[in-house]
């Protein structure tokens, strides 16, 4: 009876090991746990967890996701200082990935994982998780921003159609204020939806290769390139009459109900994808419908161009279990449960476009995917935080300044050199 | 009386008898306050890194810092204003409070504020001051309250399409005009749908001789020209129009139903057309109390808010112990309740007020939790206080740690007096 039973043991063991080497849907993962530490809250959570709990079924490994929201580089900096960091992180600043990286805190991915990455992606996402040359993470959820959100009713009013060009929006959007409606609200009141907005104008005035050159502080703040992208921002800007009032008080959410609840004050919003899926909680109007979205117009003849942000997964431990989870993060599979639920954009170019629940969402995901290496990760997200991330300092608090008063562009411009200096410098 | 003696003064006096019993507080002690202290103050000397001696730069750092000079600034503001605030807010209602009949009750009620966690209170405040006045309550009462003795204008925010001049009086036009002439006035910068429901058709008068006529429409560009009244378009009542000739004002008229004014008799010589200022006016809108110049007082006094049942508490406490004999007696002697209030009843209290005053600075040094919550990411830098800073730098920007300890030992230094003033008071009080 007992000989049986061990037989009986051993069998089952080996069906298991046998298993996971062929096509890895075995439980063999039991009783092994992964801790994830990622910035999603609420809804967002609620989709990462179907994701983690296919990865579970399949494997049997149990996953503790823990949400660190805007606090996620402290909540994780401080984990490593106690010597206790989580197995796998999803870093929304690959600043901080690098800092880390250099520290010996990140292992480098293994090479299935590097596989994986460089069969989905386009090379741009590649590079953006190496680290002297060794692939430390992947972008497993991005966002476009480069996109403007309008109201359709504010446009019929005026007989607008979606502009092209940086001079054909600020055409329609005096059209707009003619009827009494502000033509953009700002979100001023977070810092990272200017930095955003100044990303979008100088990579399109100053062109990808200065982009990359600023975002590393290769060419100073003070560079004439700077100085062209802030006159054709405070185009915009400079004039009240475009411009939704207490801009500065205005945080990101609020903008966007700004233009799409009611009473609406504003015609449009500009920033990423996710602005449809506060217009679907928060408003009555429906993304597609009264609420669509056109590409970041063309500044001075630009060519087409995303920039870009997004979470990198990155590991922090390289045993069996969290290597299974960083490749099942990398590959398609993992995405399309998340696309499917919406709110999900990818860089993987393997996700079927039909994955993505409706038209604007796939035209987003397309964008990304089409611009292929043409893609910019947020510049503000490559600093060092105390630059590019911090509430009320850095380049946040200084494109607010500058939204308080468009005409000061020499003072802003040292101003950010200044601060980027002393960031950079470190 | 001997036995006594023995008694007490034996095992009091041996300290090889005493270390046994008071071991486990001293670990804890040395474990949760010691240590900690220590080690915030060697930190304080070494780089983000923790591996580099780098001496006082940290300290230096600090202190050359603009944002911890801002912070520094509005602790010191802090300190100043908030206790004696919440003080003498305190005291006021405790006395007050000492003579109703639902005494208790009031002072439950005042006292509840400080079972709310600060965060809590801050996203409270944070709404209740929200600019938009549909949103924030004092915005919405100071609107309110504006609105009843100077009432919104007709047609906010509009404005002439062109060839006209914003003024401090008005928008006047450019080009001067004369008795028989006619013009057209073309408005922006208001929705067609506001428009009232008297309102005509617009159409261009003919020029009569000896007046001056003109018309006055929404100009709606779309589906139409702009500058010239299509069909569709009216005409907006009730505008004020002056005629304004040398700087003094030689007419003024309003804007019928279908958007026509006429200057009937104007004399010779050219006037200029002004649309007075008031016919636009924004709607008031409150003030900006999360903008940078209000920041501080806002959050000081949401922190009054939450921290005078506190103060009315120990100060209620304090009244019940005041010899009732004292304020009869002077009462006796005929003095009035302020003179009372004003010579007995504050002296006698005088320790007590001292208490509260003095936890109450302590508390304000490292007020954190309001200001993270309260202020709005664009002016966090103007109401940032030395408790956040310390935890921007410590933890915030890429974590130095080390200029982060730095705040912190000056931080403790500056809570440091007022905590050896209120442990010397209890030993004194106790002696």
């Given at each position: 009876m007992g000989k049986q039973w061990i037989a009986l043991l051993a069998l089952t063991a080996a069906a298991c090991s046998g298993g996971a080497a062929g096509t890895g849907t075995t439980e063999d993962l039991k009783g092994q746990t992964v801790e994830v530490v990622g910035p999603w809250t609420g809804d967002e959570q609620k989709s990462f967890e179907q994701v983690l709990k296919v990865f579970t079924d399949k494997t049997g490994a149990e996953v503790r996701y823990t949400p660190a929201g805007d606090e996620l580089p402290t909540v994780v900096q401080t984990r490593i200082s106690g010597g206790t960091p989580p197995n796998v992180a999803l870093i929304a600043q690959p600043g901080l990935v690098a800092q880390f990286a250099k520290a010996g805190a990140l292992k480098p991915v293994n090479a299935d994982v590097e596989k994986a990455v460089t069969d989905h992606n386009a090379a741009v996402w590649k590079q953006l998780g190496s680290v002297d040359g060794k692939l430390y993470g992947f972008t497993f959820k991005t966002a476009n921003k480069s996109a403007f959100w309008y109201s359709e009713k504010a446009f019929q009013q005026v007989g607008?159609?979606?502009?092209?060009t940086w001079d054909d929006l600020i055409k329609t959007s005096r059209a707009i204020s003619e009827t009494g409606l502000a033509a953009v609200s700002v979100g001023g009141a977070d810092g990272w939806t200017l930095t955003d907005w100044f990303e979008n104008v100088y990579l399109r005035t100053a062109g990808p290769d200065n982009y990359d050159k600023l975002a590393k502080h290769e060419i100073p703040w003070t560079d004439p390139t700077v100085r062209k992208a802030l006159e054709e921002l405070a185009k915009l800007w400079g004039d009240p009459t475009l411009i939704a009032g207490g801009a500065l008080q205005t945080e990101f959410p609020k903008s966007v109900t700004n233009v799409f609840?009611?009473?609406?004050?504003?015609?449009m919003v500009f920033e990423a994808d996710f602005v449809a899926s506060i217009i679907t909680t928060n408003t009555k109007a429906k993304v597609g419908e009264d609420a669509k979205f056109f590409p970041f117009p063309s500044v001075a003849g630009s060519k087409d161009a995303v920039v870009a942000g997004g979470d990198m997964a990155v590991q922090f431990k390289d045993d069996k279990a969290t290597t299974e989870l960083m490749k099942f993060l990398a590959s398609p599979e993992s995405g399309k449960v998340w696309a499917e639920l919406g709110g999900f954009l990818s860089p993987n170019k393997d996700i079927p476009e039909t994955a993505y629940p409706d038209a604007v969402t796939q035209e987003l995901a397309q964008r990304i995917v089409d611009a292929g290496d043409n893609v910019r990760f947020d510049m503000s997200d490559l600093a060092p935080a105390a630059f590019g991330g911090t509430k009320g300092a850095g380049e946040w608090k200084d494109l607010q300044d500058f939204l308080a008063d468009p005409k000061n562009v020499d003072g802003i411009m040292a101003r950010l050199e200044a601060n980027a200096a002393k960031a950079f410098g470190k | 009386m001997r036995l006594r003696v023995n008694v007490d003064a034996a095992p009091g006096r041996s300290p090889r008898q005493a270390i046994p019993f008071l071991l486990p507080a001293l670990i804890l002690l040395a474990a949760l306050v010691l240590y900690p202290l220590v080690y915030s103050l060697i930190r304080s000397f070494f780089d983000a890194s923790g591996n580099e001696f780098v001496g006082p730069r940290n300290y230096v750092d600090t202190f050359t810092d603009p944002r911890t000079l801002t912070a520094f600034r509005n602790n010191v503001i802090w300190v100043v204003v908030a206790p004696a605030a919440v003080t003498g807010i305190g005291l006021v209602l405790a006395v007050l409070t000492e003579r109703i009949r639902w005494a208790t009750a009031f002072r439950l009620v005042l006292f509840m504020p400080m079972a709310i966690s600060l965060f809590a209170s801050g996203i409270i405040f944070r709404l209740v001051y929200d600019e938009a006045p549909n949103q924030g309550v004092v915005n919405a009462v100071v609107v309110g309250v504006h609105d009843m003795f100077s009432p919104a204008s007709q047609y906010p925010g509009a404005r002439p399409r062109d060839g006209y001049a914003r003024t401090d009086a008005g928008f006047a036009s450019i080009r001067p005009s004369r008795a028989g002439d006619t013009i057209s006035l073309p408005l922006i910068g208001y929705s067609s749908q506001d428009v009232p429901p008297q309102a005509l058709p617009a159409s261009p008068p003919a020029a009569g001789t000896g007046e001056l006529r003109g018309v006055l429409w929404l100009d709606v560009s779309v589906g139409g020209r702009a500058g010239s009244v299509d069909p569709t378009e009216r005409g907006l009542p009730g505008v004020a129009v002056e005629a304004v000739r040398d700087g003094q004002v030689v007419a003024r008229t309003t804007t019928g139903d279908d958007g026509r004014f006429t200057f009937p008799d104007l004399g010779a010589g050219d006037v200029t057309v002004r649309l007075p200022a008031e016919n636009f006016t924004l709607p008031f809108r409150g003030l900006t109390w999360l903008g940078a110049s209000l920041i501080t007082p806002v959050i000081i006094s949401s922190w009054i808010w939450i921290m005078t049942g506190f103060a009315i508490t120990f100060i209620a406490a304090g009244l019940s112990a005041i010899p009732r004999d004292a304020l009869e007696a002077a009462r006796v002697d005929g003095a009035t309740e302020w003179q009372v209030f004003r010579r007995v009843t504050v002296p006698l209290l005088s320790p007590v007020l001292l208490v509260v005053f003095v936890t109450l600075v302590i508390n304000v040094l490292k007020i954190f939790e309001l200001v993270f919550v309260i202020a709005p990411g664009s002016v966090q830098s103007e109401a940032n206080v030395l408790a956040l800073q310390m935890w921007q730098v410590s933890f915030g920007t890429g974590g130095d740690q080390g200029a982060g300890s730095a705040l912190a030992v000056i931080l403790f230094l500056l809570v440091a007096p007022a905590m050896l003033f209120n442990i010397r008071r209890f030993r004194r009080e106790r002696s």
């Open positions: 607008a159609t979606p502009p092209a609840g009611e009473p609406s004050t504003a015609a | -």
